[in-house]
């Protein structure tokens, strides 16, 4: 069965640095989003991202996030300068159309 | 603006038993909704949806979820709840013709003991 992949599954900073988290959606896919769950809260919507534009973006995603989709198959979020209120579990999602959402495993970003 | 309620942090029940996790919803519209389930280090797993149509819908795993529109709810239940049904559950609702962001609820972790 197709799955959403990303990489890595941890990535440790130093605030101020530049981060990459990098995702596969599955291949037939037309709509790609990015999520984030701080620890012990709620997953919260970051970006959309359709026709290789960006479609819809929550007031978290900031000028310090920015996404890309560079070669037709990864899809990344780049966040420039890291604070430590990134730190988070950043999940990749892809659906063909307005019906569900698939998602990977995440990524846990922890900046120190 | 879209929201979620999950008025419960946890929902604990006997196997066997049936289980209801719940969910009240609010949108400028007509919604489409969501239950998802996340286990400990784990992405987020599909269960199931309503867009349209049947307000019983079924999904994975033996668990169905009841649309009712005048309650603004979408409660998930399941007939008789396994110990490996053990984690948290996530409802969430996007709307129609809304771009297709998902509006999570803050999650339900549901224990089933022996």
């Known amino acids: ?112 | 603006a879209q929201s979620v309620a999950q008025p419960e942090d946890q929902v604990n029940v006997a196997e066997g038993n049936p289980l209801t996790v719940k969910c009240t919803y609010s949108v400028s519209g007509n919604p489409y909704l969501f239950w998802y389930v996340q286990y400990p280090n784990r992405g987020l797993q599909f269960l199931l949806k309503y867009i349209t149509g049947d307000n019983l819908v079924k999904g994975s795993y033996g668990f169905e979820a009841e649309f009712n529109k005048s309650q603004t709810s979408f409660h998930l239940k399941k007939p008789s709840a396994l110990v490996s049904d053990s984690a948290l559950y996530f409802c969430a609702v996007s709307l129609t013709g809304g771009g297709n962001k998902l509006t999570f609820g803050t999650g339900t972790q549901l224990k089933v003991e022996l």
């Open chain 1, 1 to 112: 069965e197709p799955e959403v992949t990303q990489t890595p599954s941890h990535q440790v900073t130093q605030m101020g640095q530049e981060v990459i988290l990098r995702c596969v959606p599955i291949s037939n896919h037309l709509y790609f989003y990015w999520y984030r769950q701080i620890l012990g809260q709620k997953v919260e919507f970051l970006v959309s991202f359709y026709n290789n534009e960006i479609s819809e973006k929550s007031e978290i995603f900031d000028d310090q996030f920015s996404v890309e989709r560079p070669d037709g198959s990864n899809f990344t979020l780049k966040i420039r300068s890291t604070k430590l209120e990134d730190s988070a579990m950043y999940f990749c999602a892809s659906s063909l159309d307005v019906n569900e959402q698939f998602f990977g495993p995440g990524t846990r970003l922890t900046v120190l």
